[in-house]
């Protein structure tokens, strides 16, 4: 568990549970960060592969997705770009005989507006987050997939979707390892996070959903696991 960012608008702690040794795991990461206006960006993203290659393809890409939001990209043109920087990074290790190997990922990214109560959200072939509407219900709403990055063709084509966030509102990013399992449908998966959230409820602080969502998992789980919830203040 990492220590929580706060902010006036937003608190955000993180949960983190690495696969089983004996499974192929991937390489999952998170970030929160500051944007102008007072707004808030969050990310997460999952590289395919294990060991020391996705280890390094996640750190560049992390390292990307700060440089690209410094230029205050909305959510689908930041993981458009971040699907040719992938792409051109593998490319420029070929030309320079460098060590290489594919950049193939997964990615959410959301901007949280205080000011305008709302979360733009793009997906480049990642789960969707969890989300609580206006009418309090909490649900993963129907996003645009987008494609993964670092296929190069077709590019990714992510697009964003606007979400209202009211006030004590939840919007909780994850990794596809907390979803889908091998035994499991990503539906299914769905509605058992939902469904630990909601009896969490919105009194329980951002650390204790984070234990009652991670612990509906088996002890030893098969892929990485990454919870990066927030709620509005």
């Known amino acids: 568990m990492s220590r929580p960012w706060r902010t006036s608008a937003q608190e955000t702690p993180s949960g983190y549970v690495p696969a089983d040794a004996e499974y192929s795991a991937g390489g999952d990461w998170f970030d929160v960060f500051g944007l102008s206006g007072g707004r808030l960006g969050l990310v997460v993203g999952d590289v395919v592969g294990h060991g020391i290659a996705a280890a390094a393809a996640m750190g560049r890409l992390r390292t990307a997705v700060r440089t690209l939001a410094d230029l205050d990209l909305p ?14 990074l593998v490319e420029a290790d070929e030309a320079s005989d460098a060590e290489c190997c594919s950049i193939d990922a ?27 509407g206006p009418d309090g219900a909490l649900t993963f709403p129907d996003l645009p997939p987008g494609t993964p990055l670092g296929y190069g063709l077709p590019p990714c084509e992510a697009e964003a979707a606007v979400l209202d966030l009211p006030p004590g509102g939840l919007i909780a990013l994850c990794s596809d390892g907390l979803v889908e399992d091998r035994h499991h449908d990503v539906g299914a998966g769905m509605e058992r996070v939902r469904g630990a959230l909601a009896r969490a409820g919105g009194d329980a602080s951002l650390t204790e959903l984070c234990t009652t969502v991670l612990g509906t998992l088996p002890k030893a789980p098969e892929d990485d696991v990454t919870l990066l919830p927030a709620r509005a203040r």
């Open 75 to 88: 959510p689908a043109e930041l993981l458009t770009r971040l699907d040719r920087t992938s792409v051109h």
């Open 106 to 132: 997964t990615c959410v990214y959301a901007v949280y507006d205080p000011a305008a109560r709302t979360c733009a959200v793009a997906l480049a072939g990642h789960p969707p987050p969890a989300v609580t």
